[in-house]
């Protein structure tokens, strides 16, 4: 008995020595990290595991995380001081993960003045598009896309332009297709490395394509003699085009137009 006391004298005074360098917020700390177990224990006592919930995890990983790695070593625990780390980088991580999440899915709404705004001015001009729409928006200094646009007047249930009797640039090339070519130039590179450009043009009537030449420097001259050739030719088939289609590359100079 008296070797029983002494033994808890010495355990207790040796503890005692131990908590004498740590702060008062260590000791907090490690007081109530162990009450909480001791709770979590007395909720399982009739089960084998000791489980814990993900507010265990949680109240621990916060209380825990802060004390030194030899503090937490020591100190009595029913989890290793790996998974007490664990547990705090996975709570940080779902903490910055459900801040950083939108409030709601896709875009943002449009502001309510906008669309006030916009529907004004397609009530007001009924034969704008939303295109037409989006530039006056543009010039008014209002920053929105052309398919914010469209969505405004589809959920207002106003069609883009109800009004518009002209026709669409679709509907265009279809009527006019026999008076209509296009032309561009295209880019290979022959065998020897060379890099070539070639002048084709398309009629959209027939989809045929007219190889007018190639040439590795499409100089001013050169694309403007290109196009005599095709005026000559199609002046031979007595073809019916009106309309040139091409893009705005510097390749084609002043007199290539002039030529048409």
């Known amino acids: 008995m008296l070797l029983r006391l002494a033994y808890l004298g010495v355990s207790n005074a040796f503890a005692m020595l131990r908590l004498l360098p740590m702060t008062d917020?260590?000791?907090?700390?490690?007081?109530?990290?162990?009450?909480?177990?001791i709770t979590v224990l007395e909720r399982q006592l009739d089960k084998q595991k000791v489980r814990f919930r993900p507010s265990d995890r949680a109240f621990l990983a916060a209380l825990l995380h802060r004390l030194p790695l030899h503090v937490l070593r020591r100190l009595r625990r029913l989890v290793r001081p790996d998974t007490v780390l664990r547990w705090h980088r996975s709570l940080v991580a779902r903490r910055h993960a459900t801040s950083c999440r939108p409030k709601r899915p896709g875009r943002p709404r449009t502001v309510r003045s906008i669309r006030i705004l916009v529907l004004r001015l397609?009530?007001?001009?009924?034969?704008?598009g939303y295109r037409r729409l989006h530039g006056e928006l543009?010039?008014?200094?209002?920053?929105v896309g052309a398919s914010?646009?469209?969505e405004i007047l589809k959920e207002?249930?106003?069609?883009?332009?109800p009004e518009r009797n002209s026709s669409t640039w679709a509907t265009f090339l279809r009527a006019q297709a026999d008076?209509?070519?296009?032309?561009?130039?295209?880019?290979?590179?022959?065998?020897?490395?060379?890099r070539m450009y070639v002048l084709v043009v398309?009629?959209?009537?027939?989809?045929?394509i007219r190889v007018l030449g190639a040439t590795a420097h499409p100089i001013a001259s050169w694309v403007a003699?290109?196009?005599?050739?095709?005026?000559?030719?199609?002046?031979?088939?007595?073809?019916?085009?009106?309309?040139?289609?091409?893009?705005?590359?510097?390749?084609?100079?002043?007199l290539f137009d002039a030529v048409l």
């Open 25 to 37: 917020r260590s000791k907090d700390a490690e007081i109530l990290a162990l009450r909480h177990q």
């Open 122 to 128: 397609a009530k007001e001009n009924p034969s704008w």
């Open 138 to 143: 543009l010039v008014l200094g209002v920053k």
């Open 148 to 150: 914010t646009v469209w």
């Open 156 to 161: 207002a249930g106003i069609d883009p332009a």
């Open 179 to 194: 008076a209509l070519l296009a032309c561009d130039f295209m880019e290979t590179v022959t065998l020897s490395g060379v």
């Open 202 to 208: 398309i009629e959209h009537g027939s989809r045929r």
């Open 225 to 254: 003699q290109a196009a005599k050739d095709l005026v000559m030719d199609l002046e031979d088939l007595g073809c019916r085009a009106r309309f040139m289609i091409r893009d705005r590359d510097g390749k084609f100079p002043d």
